[in-house]
């Protein structure tokens, strides 16, 4: 399967600046760790963005980030895709059922859903197009992939993909521990368009002694292995370069997938 990748973006730890972030995935800085600032996405509106979690935040801000210059919206497909999902959300629901009134509020309740992000999204964008949220667990950036892949090959137009966790409260992070968050998207479609940065095809299962790839800037490696989002970095290194190679990535029971990109 073959789709072309028009635009992507990455938020992260040291990667919030447009500019910068692009200097680093080109090898021509280093990454380096800085705390995030608060995340205020513009397209909610104010009362919704206070009901959000920085779960949401991040993955609202990060896909907003495929949207300038374009004008169908609201025809757009999502994917979301997140591997554990809102941890934060999750130990505030324990927390309150551990007490004896076991009161949760109506906020946390429905921001507890695993499609919450695609939920504000909608009603941040008014968008009609089809929604998909999933989690495979530590292979759910090539899960999520495969997905926004797989709808355009099938429905073709294009499609928003956005991958994305952030790291867990005590003592949930104890179980599942990310060091950092982070949260990348493509904008996958049939065509190329104007900021095209090639086509991706999905070959298939690797050799079972196929090695996963790594980042080309070596100072990004501590974030590609800080949390399983972490995997997709090395293919958006390859996108942005536009180099002509192949990326292997961490999939289902232990395999690895095998995608070839190209200018």
């Known amino acids: 399967m073959t789709v072309f990748i028009n635009d992507v973006a990455v938020i992260g730890p040291g990667l919030v600046d447009r500019t910068d972030t692009r200097s680093i995935l080109l090898g021509q800085s280093n990454w380096n760790y800085q705390a995030m600032p608060p995340l205020k996405p513009e397209m909610l509106p104010a009362n919704e963005r206070r009901r959000t979690t920085p779960v949401i935040k991040l993955a609202l801000e990060c896909i907003q980030g495929l949207l300038r210059d374009y004008d169908d919206l609201q025809t757009t497909s999502t994917v979301f895709a997140s591997s554990d999902g809102d941890l934060g959300i999750t130990d505030k629901m324990c927390t309150a059922l551990a007490e004896d009134e076991k009161i949760i509020s109506p906020t946390i309740f429905h921001n507890s859903v695993h499609n919450a992000p695609s939920g504000y999204w909608s009603i941040a964008s008014l968008m009609r197009g089809a929604s998909t949220s999933l989690s495979t667990g530590d292979a759910t950036f090539m899960s999520g992939l495969l997905e926004a892949v797989?709808?355009?090959?099938?429905?073709?137009?294009?499609?928003?993909?956005?991958?994305?966790?952030?790291?867990?409260?005590?003592?949930?992070?104890?179980?599942?521990?990310?060091?950092?968050?982070?949260?990348?998207?493509?904008?996958?479609?049939?065509?190329?368009?104007?900021?095209?940065?090639?086509?991706?095809?999905?070959?298939?299962?690797?050799?079972?002694?196929?090695?996963?790839?790594?980042?080309?800037?070596?100072?990004?490696?501590?974030?590609?292995?800080?949390?399983?989002?972490?995997?997709?970095?090395?293919?958006?290194?390859?996108?942005?370069?536009?180099?002509?190679?192949?990326?292997?990535?961490?999939?289902?029971?232990?395999?690895k997938f095998r995608i070839s990109v190209s200018h």
């Open 150 to 255: 797989t709808q355009v090959e099938v429905d073709g137009g294009t499609v928003l993909f956005v991958a994305y966790d952030y790291p867990a409260p005590q003592p949930l992070d104890g179980c599942r521990h990310f060091e950092h968050p982070l949260a990348i998207a493509m904008r996958l479609g049939e065509e190329a368009e104007y900021k095209g940065l090639g086509t991706l095809t999905l070959e298939g299962p690797a050799d079972k002694d196929a090695k996963e790839s790594h980042c080309r800037n070596v100072s990004l490696e501590p974030l590609r292995t800080a949390l399983p989002i972490g995997s997709g970095l090395p293919l958006v290194e390859a996108l942005v370069r536009r180099a002509r190679m192949q990326v292997i990535m961490p999939y289902l029971r232990d395999e």
